[in-house]
């Protein structure tokens, strides 16, 4: 990588030459963390061992930056090279000394109302890419932060925004759109990553003549829902782009939407140079849960049946865990990773669910589990090949979730079919768990105490740990295999980020967002 920084008094600058190339993406080299889950196959797994179990004890605070007018950042910054990139909700993107915390740079994006979160950069090239609360993909020069262009994604006046990283490919920047809650239609769009121009894009909701248009009834294809609000994956040697695909719309009255309502609920497989869709995975057909299929992507080559197979592991919001064969789509493996789950006895030969009749929204109200927050959400998971376990966030727990018509408004207004409420002293618990990978079988759970609420990703590395936040401030460090605490941290702010780490000049740093800060952790240092 050319990537070179020189420190100046007051900071520092990027060289005039940087750049991140295509094989430095697949290559994902442990100094950097060069995209939103790290590398391609988002298995959020870093070869880096500076800090390890026998250490660990010994993690400090680095450096905490602190961003004004922020409360719930969700960024995952992105590292090259020293110099760590991340995004906040108003449209800021900040450069940063990795090894200090001091600011580099700032950009701060003209136009739009902020009202969602954002979660990240995407690095190409030399240049830095975002989206946007008005639905636009920005690109920066890394360098200074100048602004370079913005490309439309979708018509913001319509109701949609952009809160997903992006993800960078060979000369492209794939990115995704929210919300279909209020009756629009997701997409998946591609730009040229030099200038904006738009390369190709995928409808998640087919119109007439397209395959899969049948599975909706009448016209509710029109506003059918099937968000991309989560970065997605990528095979380069398949060269394939897997993404997950949102709920129909309305979210809890299917009466309106008749059918399977593809390709919600998905996930999908394109090809990255075309958008063409090459297979599609249905989780849950006809989803009355608002159970999003976003939950991010896994990609392994491991052992299944007795030979090596490319495989595709997600834990679903639906309570299943699912491995599917990432070359075709074939279901291979599918079981529950909860214990809340009454909708479904379990999948069929095909990986389709078994639904036990009447539990779905009414007008008296349902009881359903999982909740419609789901047995896990957008926080981002991991998978350990020293361990071979895959490690996640999951969320016991029901709601009621109540049936009703609804009349759709263009614009953003809120198309959800009614709703869902808690149930009275049945609160939702967090638990950290580690699953076996080609399994799913449940191999050790941690139960964080005082949260009730989606929270935090996770992140493993070689040194044989597992860390992950919580809503109530904790961030903590876990032995891999037995999932005993051996280090934690208490930030005083709600942590709704996925840790990553990052090398340079020979020390390991470990960092999250928590509420308004950024903070980096080292090893405890005499000099420091």
């Not at 129909?248 to 609920?265: C, I, K, Q, S």
């Not at 529950?336 to 669910?353: D, I």
């Not at 759709?408 to 709703?419: L, R």
């Amino acid at each position: 990588m050319k990537l070179a920084c020189l420190f100046l008094c007051a900071g520092m600058l990027l060289a005039e030459d940087s750049r991140v190339t295509f094989q430095d993406l697949k290559a994902a080299d442990a100094n950097n963390w060069l995209c939103y889950s790290g590398s391609y196959g988002s298995q959020r797994y870093s070869h880096l061992k500076q800090i390890n179990t026998s250490n660990v004890g010994s993690l400090v605070p680095a450096w905490i930056f602190h961003v004004t007018k922020e409360e719930r950042l969700e960024s995952v910054p992105i590292v090259v090279d020293g110099v760590m990139y991340f995004t906040q909700a108003v449209g800021v993107v900040y450069a940063i000394d990795g090894q200090s915390g001091r600011l580099i740079w700032s950009y701060r994006y003209p136009f739009g109302k902020p009202s969602w979160p954002n979660r990240g950069a995407a690095v190409y090239q030399n240049r830095i890419y975002f989206t946007t609360q008005d639905a636009y993909l920005v690109a920066l020069d890394a360098r200074t932060g100048s602004f370079l262009w913005r490309s439309k994604i979708a018509e913001a006046k319509d109701g949609y925004n952009a809160p997903a990283a992006p993800l960078a490919l060979n000369g492209k920047i794939v990115t995704g759109l929210a919300p279909g809650d209020f009756g629009m239609v997701g997409m998946l769009k591609a730009f040229d990553a030099a200038t904006g121009k738009e390369r190709w894009h995928w409808n998640a909701v087919p119109g007439p003549g397209e395959a899969g248009h049948s599975s909706w009834a009448g016209d509710s294809w029109k506003t059918g829902g099937g968000d991309t609000w989560l970065t997605g994956s990528y095979d380069p040697e398949l060269n394939l782009v897997y993404w997950g695909i949102g709920n129909p719309a309305p979210d809890f009255n299917g009466d309106v939407r008749e059918g399977d309502n593809l390709y919600t609920e998905c996930m999908v497989a394109l090809d990255a140079d075309t958008g063409k869709l090459k297979w599609f995975f249905q989780f849950t057909p006809h989803d009355t849960a608002d159970w999003d299929a976003v939950e991010i992507p896994v990609l392994v080559d491991h052992v299944f049946d007795g030979r090596m197979r490319k495989l595709l592991v997600q834990a679903y919001r639906n309570g299943f865990y699912y491995v599917l064969d990432r070359t075709n789509g074939k279901f291979l493996h599918g079981s529950p990773f909860v214990h809340s789950l009454n909708w479904a006895t379990g999948l069929t030969a095909e990986g389709r669910p078994i639904r036990v009749p009447g539990i779905e929204p009414s007008i008296q109200g349902t009881k359903v589990c999982p909740s419609c927050t789901g047995a896990t959400n957008w926080m981002s998971p991991a998978y350990d090949p020293d361990t071979g376990y895959f490690y996640l966030e999951a969320i016991e727990g029901c709601q009621t979730q109540i049936k009703a018509s609804q009349k759709f408004k263009p614009g953003g207004f809120p198309f959800n079919g009614s709703g869902a409420v808690n149930i009275p002293d049945e609160p939702l618990q967090v638990y950290i768990r580690a699953l076996e990978l080609t399994t799913g079988k449940l191999v050790w759970e941690y139960k964080v105490i005082g949260s009730h609420d989606y929270g935090a990703g996770v992140l493993a590395t070689a040194g044989g740990l597992l860390f992950a936040g919580s809503t109530e401030g904790s961030f903590m460090a876990f032995n891999a295999r037995t999932g005993k605490v051996v280090w934690h941290f208490n930030s005083g702010q709600r942590i709704s980020a996925s840790p990553m780490t990052y090398s340079f000049n020979g020390k390991q740093y470990v960092a999250i967002a928590a509420g308004s800060d950024v903070m980096a952790f080292r090893l405890f240092e005499k000099s420091q």
